[in-house]
């Protein structure tokens, strides 16, 4: 999963950032309003930290564009301004959360928590696809309620999968959602490919066959029918 | 060869022809006016004779003992003896003695051959006149026109470099402005007014070409940022819309899906590519502070480490070897763009299990930064423009369809230029490529 930090104080950057890596995102940064609004505009984040006191310009801005073009991203705003209209007119505009600062990063991560829940519409932290279950909030797996490993970058294409089960979902936005869009794609999709080779071998290993059905010449779905 | 220099070469030159063919020229003038000079002596010489011999004929006996008339004239009378015509005139210069007895050496006389009626006789009349005080004066003229031709020569060749230094001045301080462009936005430079009209004319036309130049660059470039800027929410827009297709696929036939596929393939590819861009724009723009100190092995580090799932994969070894820590003053967002662009490069490139060396060197004069891969190395072809943009290299050998656009270097080097950091990529001799930023 992708997430863009728009904040201009280093030291909080550096918080933010370590406690988004610890959740399993790939993180953007932008200092300032321009940078943030051409990151906004290029990529497709599923959440996105907001300042609103940018050094060159107001967040509330790029809130509304964001809210315009992209429903589906989750924005907290962290911002020092605590008076009520702003965090309403912030709500108001369609932020998903707020925060006023300083706060402790532990509720910014219960934050990111509930309002990733919300977006992709499930009750716990833990989600499941037939015998397979995730954690949400760390890197834990379980097939049949025993533990399987994986690594960094298995878990996270297997939670982007499972967040999104039923979804075909194109390898180059598997890649850009574990890899950020830097990556060279013509590079990343050879990549997607071997990692989805072992996730298969470790599945396979401990008894789930074709939990991941590949879509031919696109990507690859996470189907489960157990819902119905 | 410099203008002034030519003109002095070309000056200089043609003063010294009209030097030597005057001083031909000279020499020829004063000798025939010393000789004609001469001969009218002579012819006077020989009226004194004519005169003398005619009041009184006996007289002629006694000059021809004497072999003198007046007071240093040698004539020699003889009987006629038919080498010239009676009372021709003939004039010839010649080398001989005129008494051998007493001289040692032989000296230069002009002669003056006639033959004269005297009594019904004829006489041949040999009458000298020593050439050598004439000489004498005409040598001094002509060495004096000459010195004289010699000084006023080199007195112009001074001159000729003063004025001209001073004349040409302006051209050449326009030149040397045009020297130091090297790019589009260097066209900051105006040319003066001077006070000679073809370099005023020169110096106006180059101020409004730049100008035009300039700021047609200016706005280009601002156009690519703003198209590259506009085209990225459309873009995404098709990319959702692609993707919301994807989303209830169960619903969807196989050709559907893949269209739809493709679709959000492209539409993430174009606004990569719109996103290259409009870095790349941004950065010629200069719109980044270049203030932060980076610290470049520790940005290298933090690159390898976030590509260090790739590096896993292909079991690729990583040689750090950090001769030194390079500090710099920059951006160091950009920094880290380009150490990314170039090491993901070489991890591309470098086949599966083999080495990639990270090197940093310093020494008085430079600091390097180079990453060297085992890779195929660039192919030949494109040796010289690896950083130009939409430049890649079609050697499909390292097993990818590598079609994408190559804005990677190209980033690098706009990042270089913006610092005044120079980049460069060569194959190594055995294997591979190496790319180094000297900062």
Same mark, same amino acid.
């Given at each position: 999963?992708?997430?863009?930090?728009?904040?201009?104080?280093?030291?909080?950057?550096?918080?933010?950032?370590?406690?988004?890596?610890?959740?399993?995102?790939?993180?953007?940064?932008?200092?300032?309003?321009?940078?943030?609004?051409?990151?906004?505009?290029?990529?497709?984040?599923?959440?996105?930290?907001?300042?609103?006191?940018?050094?060159?310009?107001?967040?509330?801005?790029?809130?509304?564009?964001?809210?315009?073009?992209?429903?589906?991203?989750?924005?907290?705003?962290?911002?020092?301004?605590?008076?009520?209209?702003?965090?309403?007119?912030?709500?108001?505009?369609?932020?998903?959360?707020?925060?006023?600062?300083?706060?402790?990063?532990?509720?910014?991560?219960?934050?990111?928590?509930?309002?990733?829940?919300?977006?992709?519409?499930?009750?716990?932290?833990?989600?499941?696809?037939?015998?397979?279950?995730?954690?949400?909030?760390?890197?834990?797996?379980?097939?049949?309620?025993?533990?399987?490993?994986?690594?960094?970058?298995?878990?996270?294409?297997?939670?982007?999968?499972?967040?999104?089960?039923?979804?075909?979902?194109?390898?180059?936005?598997?890649?850009?959602?574990?890899?950020?869009?830097?990556?060279?794609?013509?590079?990343?999709?050879?990549?997607?490919?071997?990692?989805?080779?072992?996730?298969?071998?470790?599945?396979?290993?401990?008894?789930?066959?074709?939990?991941?059905?590949?879509?031919?010449?696109?990507?690859?779905?996470?189907?489960?029918?157990?819902?119905? | 060869?410099?203008?002034?220099?030519?003109?002095?070469?070309?000056?200089?030159?043609?003063?010294?022809?009209?030097?030597?063919?005057?001083?031909?020229?000279?020499?020829?003038?004063?000798?025939?006016?010393?000789?004609?000079?001469?001969?009218?002596?002579?012819?006077?010489?020989?009226?004194?004779?004519?005169?003398?011999?005619?009041?009184?004929?006996?007289?002629?006996?006694?000059?021809?003992?004497?072999?003198?008339?007046?007071?240093?004239?040698?004539?020699?009378? #003889?009987?006629?003896?038919?080498?010239?015509?009676?009372?021709?005139?003939?004039?010839?210069?010649?080398?001989?003695?005129?008494?051998?007895?007493?001289?040692?050496?032989?000296?230069?006389?002009?002669?003056?051959?006639?033959?004269?009626?005297?009594?019904?006789?004829?006489?041949?009349?040999?009458?000298?006149?020593?050439?050598?005080?004439?000489?004498?004066?005409?040598?001094?003229?002509?060495?004096?026109?000459?010195?004289?031709?010699?000084?006023?020569?080199?007195?112009?060749?001074?001159?000729?470099?003063?004025?001209?230094?001073?004349?040409?001045?302006?051209?050449?301080?326009?030149?040397?402005?045009?020297?130091?462009?090297?790019?589009?936005?260097?066209?900051?430079?105006?040319?003066?007014?001077?006070?000679?009209?073809?370099?005023?004319?020169?110096?106006?036309?180059?101020?409004?070409?730049?100008?035009?130049?300039?700021?047609?660059?200016?706005?280009?470039?601002?156009?690519?940022?703003?198209?590259?800027?506009?085209?990225?929410?459309?873009?995404?827009?098709?990319?959702?819309?692609?993707?919301?297709?994807?989303?209830?696929?169960?619903?969807?036939?196989?050709?559907?899906?893949?269209?739809?596929?493709?679709?959000?393939?492209?539409?993430?590819?174009?606004?990569?590519?719109?996103?290259?861009?409009?870095?790349?724009?941004?950065?010629?723009?200069?719109?980044?502070?270049?203030?932060?100190?980076?610290?470049?092995?520790?940005?290298?580090?933090?690159?390898?480490?976030?590509?260090?799932?790739?590096?896993?994969?292909?079991?690729?070894?990583?040689?750090?070897?950090?001769?030194?820590?390079?500090?710099?003053?920059?951006?160091?967002?950009?920094?880290?763009?380009?150490?990314?662009?170039?090491? #993901?490069?070489?991890?591309?490139?470098?086949?599966?299990?083999?080495?990639?060396?990270?090197?940093?060197?310093?020494?008085?004069?430079?600091?390097?930064?180079?990453?060297?891969?085992?890779?195929?190395?660039?192919?030949?072809?494109?040796?010289?423009?690896?950083?130009?943009?939409?430049?890649?290299? #079609?050697?499909?050998?390292?097993?990818?369809?590598?079609?994408?656009?190559?804005?990677?270097?190209?980033?690098? #080097?706009?990042?270089?230029?913006?610092?005044?950091?120079?980049?460069?990529?060569?194959?190594?001799?055995?294997?591979?490529?190496?790319?180094?930023?000297?900062?």
């Amino acid at each position: 999963m992708r997430a863009l930090i728009v904040e201009d104080e280093p030291l909080l950057i550096e918080d933010l950032e370590e406690c988004l890596l610890e959740e399993q995102f790939n993180v953007d940064l932008a200092q300032k309003l321009t940078k943030a609004s051409d990151l906004v505009a290029a990529e497709e984040y599923d959440l996105i930290l907001l300042d609103l006191g940018l050094p060159d310009g107001d967040g509330l801005d790029l809130l509304k564009t964001i809210k315009n073009d992209h429903q589906e991203t989750a924005v907290i705003i962290i911002t020092a301004r605590s008076e009520t209209e702003d965090k309403v007119k912030g709500l108001e505009l369609g932020s998903d959360d707020y925060l006023a600062k300083p706060f402790p990063i532990a509720e910014l991560r219960a934050r990111i928590h509930a309002v990733m829940r919300r977006k992709y519409n499930i009750n716990d932290n833990q989600i499941a696809a037939g015998p397979v279950k995730l954690n949400v909030d760390h890197i834990k797996l379980l097939v049949n309620d025993e533990p399987m490993e994986v690594t960094e970058t298995e878990y996270k294409m297997m939670r982007y999968l499972m967040l999104n089960k039923n979804k075909t979902i194109t390898r180059i936005a598997l890649a850009e959602h574990i890899w950020g869009s830097k990556i060279d794609d013509r590079f990343s999709l050879d990549f997607i490919n071997s990692h989805m080779k072992n996730i298969r071998k470790k599945l396979s290993a401990a008894g789930v066959e074709n939990l991941i059905k590949t879509v031919y010449g696109v990507g690859y779905k996470l189907t489960t029918y157990e819902t119905e | 060869m410099k203008l002034n220099n030519k003109i002095l070469l070309s000056n200089t030159l043609l003063t010294l022809i009209v030097f030597a063919l005057s001083s031909i020229g000279i020499y020829y003038l004063v000798n025939s006016t010393v000789y004609g000079e001469l001969d009218n002596h002579l012819l006077q010489h020989k009226i004194d004779l004519i005169n003398q011999i005619d009041e009184d004929a006996s007289s002629l006996q006694d000059i021809k003992e004497l072999g003198i008339l007046g007071s240093y004239e040698w004539i020699d009378i #003889q009987k006629y003896d038919g080498t010239v015509a009676p009372n021709a005139n003939d004039f010839a210069t010649i080398d001989t003695m005129r008494n051998p007895n007493k001289e040692i050496e032989k000296k230069s006389y002009r002669r003056l051959t006639t033959a004269i009626n005297v009594n019904d006789t004829y006489y041949t009349i040999r009458l000298y006149e020593e050439v050598a005080s004439w000489e004498h004066i005409s040598r001094t003229i002509l060495l004096s026109v000459l010195a004289g031709l010699l000084i006023w020569i080199l007195l112009l060749y001074v001159l000729n470099q003063f004025v001209l230094d001073k004349v040409l001045a302006p051209f050449y301080e326009t030149v040397s402005k045009l020297e130091h462009i090297s790019n589009p936005s260097d066209l900051t430079e105006t040319f003066p007014d001077t006070t000679t009209y073809e370099i005023n004319v020169l110096n106006r036309a180059l101020n409004s070409m730049m100008h035009q130049i300039r700021s047609s660059f200016e706005d280009q470039k601002q156009f690519i940022q703003n198209a590259s800027h506009e085209l990225l929410t459309p873009l995404s827009i098709i990319r959702q819309k692609a993707e919301k297709i994807l989303s209830n696929a169960d619903a969807l036939d196989e050709q559907t899906i893949k269209a739809a596929g493709n679709i959000q393939d492209t539409a993430v590819r174009l606004s990569r590519l719109s996103n290259a861009l409009l870095l790349i724009s941004r950065i010629e723009n200069r719109q980044y502070s270049l203030d932060e100190d980076v610290e470049i092995t520790n940005i290298t580090e933090n690159v390898i480490d976030e590509l260090s799932d790739f590096i896993e994969m292909k079991q690729l070894t990583m040689h750090k070897e950090f001769d030194c820590t390079i500090t710099v003053k920059g951006n160091s967002e950009l920094i880290r763009a380009t150490i990314y662009n170039i090491i #993901q490069n070489a991890i591309k490139y470098t086949p599966s299990g083999a080495s990639i060396f990270l090197r940093t060197s310093c020494d008085e004069e430079q600091r390097i930064f180079s990453v060297l891969d085992e890779g195929p190395g660039i192919p030949q072809e494109f040796i010289d423009s690896v950083f130009d943009r939409f430049q890649k290299t #079609q050697n499909h050998t390292h097993g990818f369809d590598d079609n994408s656009p190559g804005l990677g270097l190209s980033i690098v #080097q706009s990042i270089c230029r913006l610092h005044d950091f120079n980049c460069s990529a060569h194959n190594r001799p055995d294997k591979g490529a190496e790319v180094s930023i000297q900062f």
